[in-house]
Nanobody, 122 residues
Framework: QVRLAESGGTLVQAGDSLRLSCEASGGTLSSYAVGWFRQVPGKSREYVALISGNGDTTYYSASVEGRFSVSRDGAKNAAYLQMNNLKPEDTATYYC???????????????WGQGTQVTVSS
């Protein structure tokens, strides 16, 4: 059973950059597609980015494409979300998740981290 732990969230100013990490234990993260999601109170969890198990394929939501970049490191059993030119509307709790499927549907992800808070001030 793979376990995920996000880190790197903090308070930043608009225009700043931030990198989130997703470290896996108890399993091999490269066996899974990894999705990054975010959620604000009162709203449903929103898909942000997706990376395939071997890291060759990525996919981004329209709201972050061109600003965010997802990557992974098999040796470190981890995945990352590089966020550039952050905007106040990027403020949310960010989660990484692992799935056997290539999907943007959060319901198809079986393994989730606890989340890390990103706050972007204007």
């Amino acid at each position: 059973q793979v376990r995920l732990a996000e880190s790197g969230g903090t308070l930043v100013q608009a225009g700043d950059s931030l990198r989130l990490s997703c470290e896996a234990s108890g399993g091999t993260l490269s066996s899974y597609a990894v999705g990054w999601f975010r959620q604000v109170p009162g709203k449903s969890r929103e898909y942000v980015a997706l990376i395939s198990g071997n890291g060759d394929t990525t996919y981004y939501s329209a709201s972050v494409e061109g600003r965010f970049s997802v990557s992974r490191d098999g040796a470190k059993n981890a995945a990352y979300l590089q966020m550039n030119n952050l905007k106040p509307e990027d403020t949310a709790t960010y989660y990484c998740a692992a799935s056997w499927l290539w999907t943007v549907d959060a319901n198809n992800y079986d393994h989730w981290g606890q989340g890390t808070q990103v706050t972007v001030s204007s």
